[in-house]
C-alpha cells in the first residue's frame, strides 16, 4: 500500500528543498485548489515558515536574532 503525503506536506517538502528564498503561488498551482492554498499559506505564515511580500509572493522566513520573530532573509 502506498503512502500519499498530503497537499500540505508536499507543499511543506517544496518550500523547504528550494534552493531560493522566494516562494511563487502559482508554483503550487497544480496541487490544489486556490482555496486550499489560501488556508496553507496563512498557517506557514502564522507558523513563522514564510513572510508575506506581496499578493502571491512569499520568501522564506528566518527568526531573528534581535527580535526573536520570524522575518525573510
Not at 518550500?15 to 498551482?29: A, C, N
Not at 486556490?34 to 515558515?49: A, L, N, T, Y
Request: charged share 30%.
Amino acid at each position: 500500500m502506498k503512502f500519499r503525503l498530503s497537499i500540505r506536506d508536499r507543499m511543506i517538502r517544496s518550500v523547504t528543498m528550494r534552493r531560493g528564498e522566494i516562494v511563487l503561488r502559482s508554483d503550487f498551482e497544480q496541487m490544489g485548489s486556490q482555496s486550499q492554498f489560501s488556508r496553507i499559506f496563512s498557517d506557514f505564515v502564522k507558523e513563522g515558515r514564510l513572510v508575506r511580500l506581496g499578493h502571491g509572493v512569499f520568501a522564506k522566513a528566518r527568526i531573528s536574532s534581535l527580535t526573536g520573530k520570524p522575518g525573510s532573509s
